[in-house]
């Protein structure tokens, strides 16, 4: 059983940089996680993830290059640092893990059996 809890969110500036957390409890070796976006009226989409204990990481194509996601295993956190925010930033951001690694790649939602409560992002112009 894996639990999550998100945090860092916030309203911030078009431009801004902001860096959001992950805490999960439980052993995380066999887990893959990730994080995915949901914006107002929109479907969830996958941004990153990674293998825990590899430290592997995959992005979604578009979401490559504003952000970067990382891990300290020495806190079981898992973060998401994002670069240049703009408006189509403003969503719900959520945590997830997934017990089935080989999976971690694809970030389809499906295969995560663990959801943190999600943490809101606003991006004002």
């Known amino acids: 059983q894996v639990q999550l809890v998100e945090s860092g969110g916030g309203l911030v500036q078009a431009g801004d940089s902001l860096r959001l957390s992950c805490v999960a409890t439980?052993?995380?070796?066999?887990?893959?996680l990730g994080w995915f976006r949901q914006a107002p009226g929109k479907a969830r989409e996958f941004i990153a993830s990674?293998?825990?204990?590899?430290?592997?990481?995959y992005y979604s194509g578009p979401m490559r290059g504003r952000f970067a996601i990382s891990r300290d295993n020495t806190k079981n956190t898992m973060f998401l640092q994002i670069e240049g925010l703009n408006p189509q930033d403003t969503a719900v951001y959520y945590c997830?893990?997934?017990?089935?690694?080989?999976?971690?790649?694809?970030?389809?939602?499906?295969?995560?059996?663990?959801w943190g409560q999600g943490t809101q992002v606003t991006v004002s112009s």
């Open positions: 997830a893990a997934t017990s089935r690694v080989d999976k971690t790649p694809y970030g389809w939602d499906p295969d995560f059996d663990y």
């Open positions: 990674i293998k825990w204990s590899t430290d592997n990481k």
């Open positions: 439980g052993t995380l070796t066999n887990y893959g």
